[in-house]
């Protein structure tokens, strides 16, 4: 599964991005699609999920802000930020899972100025 990801930059705080991760390759079977980040020196950790009977997951931080959808059909997972946050800054990275495998696709950037 080769995954490629979009959509990061620069933004001030309280705006918006939308990332979007395409998955190519093997994608029959794909579970759960997601977004992981890592700031500087942390350590990384889950964003939001999706599961491929839609269900959501998101962490404590990003509730009311983000929303994670995906498309089956573009085998595509989108993370909508709004009310963004110079904490949210990190490189943004996006999974999959399929058949008990986690799958990575580079990371992409995003910086909130303060």
């Known amino acids: 599964v080769q995954l490629q990801a979009s959509g990061g930059g620069l933004v001030q705080a309280g705006g918006s991005l939308r990332l979007s991760c395409a998955a190519s390759g093997r994608i029959f079977g794909i579970n759960t699609m997601g977004w992981h980040r890592q700031a500087p020196g942390k350590q990384r950790e889950l964003v939001a999920a999706v599961g491929s009977d839609a269900s959501t997951n998101y962490a404590d931080s990003v509730k009311g802000r983000f929303t994670i959808s995906r498309d089956t059909a573009k085998n595509t997972v989108y993370l909508q930020m709004n009310t963004l946050k110079p904490e949210d800054t990190a490189v943004y990275y996006c999974?999959?899972?399929?058949?008990?495998?986690?799958?990575w696709g580079k990371g992409t950037q995003v910086t909130v100025s303060s």
């Open positions: 999974n999959v899972d399929r058949f008990g495998r986690t799958y």
